[in-house]
């Protein structure tokens, strides 16, 4: 009771602490709010200082630009004065240009007038001798002349006279009409002259005038904008005022709703804090002590703590560095130095003989260990020359590489195949069986079933499974959903085992389904569900003995073909809805939950990964990354992203039992091919996760969505031709690996027992057949009377 009362003590001491601690507290956060507010109002005040300050600035903007604007219109009218001055000038100097032509042409026509003068005086003159001579001649001649020869002259020279007194007459009056006309031109030049300066001095009258309204006109447009401007300044203050007032409304009312809220917030957090210090007080004092029924004495109560939520243990940092470094150093260090040494032991042992082999397609058998390589094709060399002729230049390296690549394409087939598959394989669960298998018994890379079928499960559980994990996991080990490939991944085996067993395999499941339908003589074909609890069907056995249980292989195939082909349509809808798992379970763990609310989608995925295991991957080795894809995606919630990488890990890890089942039972290990791919495979893995982090989660479904529709198309399209001619797409024959004795013996006792035809199964037959031929004669008798009763008509009774 002592040390109760000392504990309870301690506890008042500690709580009065606490309280005193958080009144401090209390006061520190008061103080510090009003630093806040403090703060916040030096904030604003310094805030409305630069608004008035830029206010200023704007108000001597303005003042500028317009002291600026009234020196340019005075600029402007100074340019215009100047501009008429050299106008009134140019035409001043234009008039005094004018008038000194016309003095000049006055001047000239004087000169011309009296050089005019001097000609005619000179002509009369030259005319007055010549009449003269002329007279003197004429007097001669007459005084030689008779009388009538006299008056004859006479007679002409006045007829001549009078014809140039007459010619000079009408010269005369010509002239008088081309002065007078003269006259009239110039008089009617100098009116013309007249009024084109009175309408010249009309015209600029108006101009002036219509220039000094334009000028009115224009100062009272930029008085009227001046106006507008200011109006709509005036009025973008206002509205500046206003949303300044109502934003500082608003953030003070969110100030007070924040401070409110964070009250709510503090208040509610304290009482959670309280009741969560409650409740660590009443464990505490439960914890305390308990009575140990096995012990028989009081022990410390234990303390179960069953609400934690479980954590991915991927995302510890420490473990992802961890595994990145080691996924690098197995990548770069590793891998290559040892793929080298293999290459130095095949040389050394066997030379290049079967590489080129391989390459030239001259050797199916996919094991070097039980039987010989034949012997590769030599290339052919220059004959030799004969006696006397010169010798040919010798054949380089490059010309016979060439020549070799030429006659074996399979040299760069390979090696592209190889990197295609690195690189698509391991960027979506792609189901690639569907498609090397064809590719390399198309090739002839194999031809028999064990070989396709071991050569693609090793592609794929190298190029994925291990090559791939690194790049991976180089790339981020946290993309992985570590407990689903722990937990499926042996389960998935668990159903690739049951499918290869005898008696259990899908192929034996459907010839025991056929047994059991077979129609014993005493089973009625018509009348069914049947005898002895066995649902005895005979649509369905006919359909089975129509049916070729040979091309199961081909089926399956198609199958899946068809399911990938509306897969298709799924992820493409899922592209614009925000994933696959948009509303499907979703979750942030891969499908873990507290309290174990996911059970039943695990058992889910648990049932899909054994029956892909079983039907599947044990028949055609191909399906279990797309299925583990979609399981991810709709039951358990998983991103797209890291449902990819999981799926694309779990379908190659699918592939481990199948190789160790191959070469346990048939001894094959594809040694030389594989060491033709890795390299090629190495390369394309390394560049996988840097294609699938440039695309992004919308970037990987719309390629997916193409994968998925061209492979599942190309499948189905492949397995239809050859159906539609009775045969399978590739011949591979469905066999049970192996047999267990005790699961035989039980088959043969209980289920493939013949059960023997007795008597008594005689007489039921026979007893079933007479009921149904009553049953026919009654049924046709009641026919005939309905027939009669129609053609006679009713019967009356009186």
Request: with cysteine; proline share 4%.
């Amino acid at each position: 009771e002592e040390e109760k009362k000392k504990k309870e003590e301690e506890k008042a001491a500690k709580d009065e602490e606490k309280k005193k601690q958080q009144e401090e507290a209390a006061v520190k956060k008061e103080e510090e709010k009003k630093k806040k507010e403090e703060e916040e109002k030096k904030k604003e005040e310094e805030k409305k200082k630069k608004e008035e300050e830029k206010k200023k600035e704007k108000e001597q903007a303005a003042e500028k630009s317009k002291a600026d604007q009234e020196k340019k219109k005075k600029e402007q009218e100074k340019k215009q004065e100047e501009k008429k001055k050299e106008e009134e000038k140019r035409k001043a100097a234009a008039k005094q240009d004018q008038d000194k032509r016309k003095a000049e042409k006055e001047k000239k026509d004087q000169e011309r007038k009296k050089e005019q003068d001097k000609k005619a005086a000179e002509q009369k003159k030259k005319k007055e001798a010549q009449e003269a001579e002329n007279k003197k001649k004429d007097d001669e001649k007459r005084a030689k002349m008779s009388e009538e020869q006299r008056a004859k002259d006479d007679a002409k020279k006045a007829r001549e006279k009078e014809r140039k007194e007459e010619e000079d007459r009408r010269k005369e009056e010509k002239r008088k009409i081309a002065e007078e006309k003269k006259k009239e031109q110039e008089e009617y030049k100098a009116e013309k002259e007249k009024e084109r300066k009175e309408r010249e001095e009309e015209r600029k009258a108006y101009m002036d005038e219509r220039k000094k309204e334009q000028d009115e006109y224009k100062k009272e447009r930029e008085k009227e904008k001046e106006e507008e401007r200011k109006e709509k300044e005036a009025l973008r203050q206002e509205r500046k005022k206003e949303k300044d007032e109502e934003n500082r409304r608003r953030k003070e009312e969110r100030k007070v709703q924040q401070a409110r809220e964070k009250q709510r917030r503090d208040k509610r957090n304290e009482e959670r804090r309280q009741e969560r210090e409650e409740r660590r007080k009443q464990r505490e004092a439960e914890k305390e002590e308990e009575w140990d029924e096995e012990r028989g004495q009081m022990v410390a109560k234990k303390n179960w703590e069953w609400d934690k939520e479980l954590e991915d243990t991927c995302y510890d940092e420490k473990g992802h560095k961890c595994c990145q470094a080691f996924a690098y150093i197995c990548y770069f260090l590793i891998i290559p130095p040892v793929f080298v040494l293999l290459v130095y032991i095949e040389w050394e042992l066997y030379g290049w003989g079967r590489f080129s082999a391989r390459f030239g397609g001259h050797g199916y058998n996919l094991t070097d260990f039980n039987q010989p390589s034949p012997a590769p094709k030599m290339m052919k060399g220059p004959k030799m020359p004969r006696p006397g002729q010169p010798t040919p230049a010798p054949i380089t390296w490059e010309v016979i590489a060439a020549e070799f690549i030429e006659e074996n394409p399979l040299t760069w087939v390979m090696p592209c195949i190889g990197a295609l598959f690195g690189v698509f394989c391991n960027i979506f669960p792609m189901a690639p069986g569907l498609i090397l298998m064809p590719l390399f018994h198309e090739l002839s890379i194999a031809k028999t079933q064990e070989e396709l079928v071991i050569l693609s499960a090793w592609l794929q559980f190298i190029g994925s499974g291990f090559i791939g994990f690194l790049a991976w996991m180089g790339r981020d080990v946290r993309l992985f959903i570590c407990r689903f490939l722990f937990l499926m991944t042996p389960i998935g085996w668990l159903g690739y085992g049951v499918g290869i067993m005898k008696q259990f395999t899908f192929k034996d499941f459907l010839l025991l389904i056929y047994e059991h339908n077979k129609m014993r003589p005493s089973d009625d074909p018509k009348a069914y569900p049947a005898n002895d609890g066995v649902y005895k069907d005979p649509e369905l056995q006919k359909n089975y003995a129509d049916a070729d249980i040979d091309l199961l292989h081909t089926y399956l195939r198609m199958s899946l073909g068809v399911f990938m082909t509306i897969m298709s349509f799924i992820v493409f809808i899922a592209l614009f809805i925000g994933g696959v798992n948009r509303y499907c379970c979703p979750s942030r763990t891969g499908g873990t939950t507290p309290g174990c609310k996911s059970f039943c989608q695990w058992l889910i995925c648990m049932v899909c990964i054994f029956n892909t295991g079983w039907m599947f991957v044990a028949n055609i080795g191909s399906g279990m990354g797309i299925f583990s894809f979609f399981l991810l995606s709709m039951f358990l919630g998983v991103e797209t992203k890291r449902a990819l990488c999981t799926a694309i890990m779990m379908g190659a890890h699918a592939q481990i039992p199948e190789v160790i089942a191959q070469g346990y039972f048939y001894s094959e290990v594809p040694y030389i091919r594989l060491m033709l791919f890795t390299p090629f495979l190495w390369f394309g893995a390394l560049l996988a996760p840097a294609f699938s982090f440039c695309g992004g989660p919308c970037g990987d479904l719309f390629f997916y969505t193409l994968v998925l529709a061209g492979v599942g198309t190309a499948t189905v399209a492949l397995a239809a031709i050859h159906l539609q001619k009775e045969k399978e797409d590739i011949n591979i024959e469905i066999t049970p690996m192996y047999s267990n004795p005790e699961v035989n013996k039980w088959f043969d006792e209980n289920i493939y027992r013949p059960e023997p035809v007795t008597a008594q199964d005689l007489r039921e037959a026979e007893f079933f057949r007479a009921q149904r031929a009553r049953e026919e004669a009654a049924a046709a008798a009641a026919a005939e009377r309905e027939a009669a009763r129609a053609q006679n008509g009713p019967r009356f009774m009186f």
